[in-house]
């Protein structure tokens, strides 16, 4: 029994790595289709203020977010859809490692063909210099040092909130809902400057088929060095947070409480800490809205 143990959980991660092309297929479509919709001059919905279509976008953008992570795939998931966030979660110590490259390359592929969709769904107005796949570019007047900064800060922001939400149980189930909040804030306040992508796979698959690639590297590394950098600095706030009383300073990464499959792992004073699986339950890589419970690789 124990024997099979591994094998169950190397399956049932690969499944929730199709839960995260599903997701990114999904949310990339949405985004393309409001981009199409809200930028195509043709359409009845166009919104010819640049500025005031960022914000209607960002606010889009974000409640999309939300819904998808509460969706059962989400649940399963952790509705990351961003390989910086799986990359973060990993460093801060909430997510497997062994999952790692399977989510990148779930999400990356999910980019492609919900961009691709898109086009099949739309037709030519998605190919418009106003749409362009809804590719993602920083303003004329922006160096590409500075794009770069932007993304690394915008990422690392996100990245602290989620640590901050992880460290505090009570405010576990908040997590979807300030994943979208801040996604969808950052989309506004640079949406018109550096592009406001923080996603890798968020600007991938529009950039490819859009041929827009000489800026793509950036919003590739970026965030994923935002990523690492938001992680290092929610490592750091954690040693103060240890003065506290001991107790679970890390979310346990199932739907609830008691962990979806029987299972619920903590991080005590930094430290995975895993409970013994029911008698129906085997332990598997669940995720509770953002996170895998599984820590130990």
């Not at 976008?57 to 939300?66: D, M």
């Not at 994943?179 to 506004?188: C, D, E, K, Q, R």
Request: aromatic fraction near 6%; hydrophobic fraction near 50%; proline fraction near 7%.
């Amino acid at each position: 029994m124990v024997s099979t143990v591994p094998a169950l959980a190397h399956r049932l991660s690969r499944a929730r790595a199709v839960d995260e092309f599903v997701l990114a297929t999904v949310l990339l479509f949405l985004a393309v289709t409001a981009v199409r919709w809200l930028r195509d001059p043709g359409s009845v919905l166009c919104v010819a203020d640049l500025d005031v279509a960022i914000t209607v976008i960002g606010a889009f953008s974000g409640t999309v977010l939300i819904v998808l992570i509460l969706t059962p795939q989400g649940r399963r998931s952790g509705g990351h859809m961003n390989p910086a966030v799986t990359v973060s979660l990993w460093l801060m110590g909430a997510f497997p490692g062994r999952s790692v490259l399977p989510y990148v390359l779930a999400q990356l592929a999910g980019s492609a063909a919900g961009t691709g969709l898109a086009r099949l769904v739309w037709g030519r107005p998605v190919t418009l210099p106003s749409v362009d796949y809804a590719a993602i570019g920083p303003a004329p007047t922006w160096q590409p040092a500075s794009v770069f900064l932007a993304e690394v800060g915008g990422m690392a922001a996100i990245v602290l909130v989620v640590g901050f939400l992880l460290a505090h149980t009570r405010f576990s189930r908040l997590l979807p809902y300030a994943i979208g909040l801040s996604v969808a804030l950052v989309i506004m306040l640079l949406g018109t400057r550096s592009g406001g992508s923080v996603n890798p796979a968020r600007q991938l698959g529009p950039a490819v088929l859009a041929g827009r690639t000489e800026d793509l590297w950036i919003y590739l590394v970026a965030p994923v060095l935002g990523a690492a950098l938001g992680a290092w600095l929610d490592r750091l706030l954690g040693r103060l947070r240890r003065r506290l009383p001991s107790g679970a300073t890390r979310v346990a990464a199932s739907t609830d409480s008691s962990g979806e499959d029987g299972v619920a792992t903590l991080a005590v004073q930094g430290r995975a800490a895993l409970r013994v699986p029911t008698p129906r339950a085997v332990p598997t890589p669940s995720v509770q809205d953002v996170s895998v419970s599984d820590r130990k690789d």
